[in-house]
């Protein structure tokens, strides 16, 4: 068998990508799918949507390369977190449509039990603040607000899951009711530190236990696929959420090592070991994974969760990243495409002290001012273009610092690079800015595709197509470094001034 099939379910397309044991790209097939916003505030997927598309590029991708499906080991599966997904265990019919985690419907929800003193405790459980970005919240809204679903749900007939379940579902003719236990540790639901769901936590957000799925490691063969569908029943290998998957593509195997995804948001992940750091400065604790311990061979199969496999990361999520050149392009329309912001940017060597704050959702780690709101800061009549494109890469990458800075704080490591993944890493001018303001080197592997790639790799390990993580990490690749050349003082000067346009955002709201 000579290729691993990775499915890639995103919030805007599901894609489908074959690896070789070089861990190098084959093939790619991608298919985008309907965003829907029914109200301000909300964002739904239609579930059936996301399976249909999800299978059709995992068919199209095989049949485009000429492989047979004989010739896949396994299939590794990454995916969109703290999406919620409730179906029909009979029929195999959602509920009602997914709810996207992007969508804030039960922020008010969350307010109140932060208000009544719930969010410390709920934060030493899961590692998580309480906040509409995660599943639990929203798992609760379906309960409360579609007619007939919680009696049906107290009568054992619904499932619940986050994206990988019911793909899972979908690929097992409903025979596997799954999750990861990273995918599980975004539901607000999932005691990070005994790894099992929470009696507590399901009395507060009111939620029957009998709609959970069963907790599995991260990398081990947990079932297969329906021969039907691709003509042989595939062993399913690999499950992880897509922030970190993408930390295990980047062979951050070691406690201290981080990567950072540029997307639409930005997701930096610092690897913390066995142990899951509680945080002071409002980033995450969450299971990296569980399974395929780096260093050591990997089992052929190990579905059940064991605390002595399990990887813990810190994490902080940045809302605005390639965001924010969206909003030149869309908003003020001063570029046509996201690909010319560089250049527009480059045409000037600073930005003449203006600062965008993109806080245009509120703002993520580690502030979590969800009322904070986006700013332009320090224009002048000499303002152009060029300044404002070059302000806003530089308001991503300030954002990125202040994460790396309070991921310093609460673990008390020294971090000395940052990889980097996702589409905006491409963007020479972003990155230098970035190595610039971390004061460390910023690396870009060659297969940029990690968060697939992880996923290929959990299951690569599990199957033994892969023998050892020290063999996949001598895979990793650096295709370009970028070393800091902005001194210390101008550094701290930079941050300091940054600091004050945040504050002016955060006042803006409070008025």
Known sequence: MDYILSLDQGTTSSRAIVFDRQGQVVGLAQREFRQSFPQAGWVEHDAHEIWQTQYAVATE????????????????????????VLWDRRTGQPVAPAIVWQDRRTAEKCARLQAEGHEAWVQQRTGLLLDA?????KLAWLLEHVPGVRARAERGELAFGTVDSWLIWQLTGGRLHVTDAS????????????????????ALFDIPASVLPQVVASSGVIGHTEASLFGVALPIAGIAGDQQAATFGQACWRPGMAKNTYGTGCFMLMNTGDTAVPSRFKLLSTVAWVGSVPGHAAPSAQPMLQAANACYALEGSVFMGGATVQWLRDGLQIIRSAEEVEALA???????????????????????????????????RGTSRAHIARAALESIALQVADVFGAMRQDSGIALTELRVDGGACRNNLL?????????????????????????????????????SADEVSAQWRIERQFDPRMGQDERQA??????????????????
């Open 494 to 511: 930079k941050l300091a001034r940054w600091h004050q346009a945040v504050q002016r955002s955060q006042a803006w709201a409070a008025q």
């Open 346 to 380: 480059s045409q000037v060597t600073h930005t003449d002290d203006v600062y965008l704050v993109p806080a245009f959702v509120g703002l993520g780690a580690p502030h979590w001012d969800s009322r904070a709101r986006a700013s332009l800061l320090g224009m002048s």
């Open 183 to 202: 995918n599980a540790s975004r539901t607000q639901l999932f005691n990070i530190q005994t790894l099992r769901w929470d009696d507590a936590l399901l």
């Open 431 to 467: 990155m230098q800015l970035q190595a610039d303001l971390l004061g460390v080197p910023v690396l870009r592997p060659g297969v940029t595709e990690t968060t697939a790639l992880g996923a290929a790799y959990l299951a690569g390990l599990a199957v033994g197509f892969w023998q």
């Open 61 to 84: 991708v095989l049949k485009n390369l000429g492989i047979a499906p004989g010739q896949i080991a396994a299939v590794g599966m990454t995916n969109q977190r703290e999406t919620v």
């Open 133 to 137: 970005y995660f599943s639990a919240s």
